[in-house]
C-alpha cells in the first residue's frame, strides 16, 4: 500500500511540476503579445499587450480636431475595448488547454476527488484545520 501511495503522489507531482512549466511557458509567449482594433471609420487604432494595457493609441488623419469631445471619447473608449476583447480571445484560447487541469488541481483541492476521503482521517488528527473547508 506505502508503494502504491508513494506511486499516485510521484505522479501528482510529476504532473503539477509539468502544468507549472507549462504555464510558465504561456506567460513567456504572452508577454511579447499585443493586438490592435482599428475604429469602423479607420481614423483611430489602439494597440494593447497580454494584459490589456494600452501600449499604443494612433490617429490616421485629421478628423478628430473637428470632433465633439464627447464623439471623440466614444470612438476611442470603442477601439481600446475592443482591442482588449480580441486579447482577451488570444489570451483565452493560449490558456484554455491548461486550465482544465487546473480545473482537475482544483477539483483535488477542495473535496471533489478521491484523495478527499483518503485524507480525511490524517486531516481529523491535525490539532488546526490544515485548510479552509476543514475550519466549520
Same mark, same amino acid.
Given at each position: 500500500m506505502?508503494?502504491?501511495?508513494?506511486?499516485?503522489?510521484?505522479?501528482a507531482?510529476a504532473e503539477?511540476?509539468?502544468?507549472?512549466k507549462?504555464?510558465?511557458?504561456?506567460?513567456?509567449?504572452?508577454?511579447?503579445?499585443?493586438?490592435?482594433a +482599428?475604429?469602423?471609420?479607420r481614423m483611430?487604432s489602439a %494597440?494593447?499587450? =497580454?494584459q490589456?494595457?494600452?501600449?499604443? @493609441? /494612433?490617429?490616421?488623419?485629421?478628423r478628430?480636431?473637428?470632433?465633439?469631445?464627447?464623439?471623440?471619447?466614444?470612438?476611442?473608449?470603442?477601439v481600446?475595448e475592443?482591442?482588449r476583447?480580441?486579447?482577451?480571445?488570444?489570451v483565452?484560447?493560449?490558456?484554455?488547454?491548461?486550465? +482544465?487541469?487546473?480545473a482537475?488541481?482544483?477539483?483535488? %483541492?477542495t473535496? =471533489?476527488?478521491?484523495?478527499?476521503?483518503? @485524507? /480525511?482521517?490524517?486531516?481529523k488528527?491535525?490539532?488546526?484545520?490544515?485548510?479552509?473547508?476543514?475550519?466549520?
Open positions: 506505502h508503494t502504491r501511495l508513494q506511486e499516485q503522489l510521484n505522479q507531482i503539477l511540476t509539468e502544468q507549472q507549462a504555464i510558465e511557458d504561456c506567460q513567456r509567449h504572452l508577454a511579447g503579445q499585443s493586438t490592435s +482599428r475604429s469602423k471609420d483611430v %494597440t494593447v499587450d =497580454a490589456g494595457g494600452l501600449s499604443k @493609441l /494612433e490617429f490616421h488623419d485629421t478628430y480636431r473637428s470632433m465633439a469631445p464627447a464623439e471623440l471619447a466614444d470612438v476611442v473608449t470603442r481600446i475592443q482591442a476583447r480580441d486579447m482577451f480571445g488570444q483565452t484560447s493560449t490558456l484554455q488547454p491548461h486550465l +482544465r487541469g487546473l482537475d488541481l482544483n477539483a483535488s %483541492t473535496g =471533489a476527488h478521491e484523495w478527499d476521503t483518503f @485524507l /480525511e482521517p490524517l486531516r488528527m491535525m490539532p488546526m484545520p490544515m485548510f479552509d473547508e476543514d475550519r466549520k
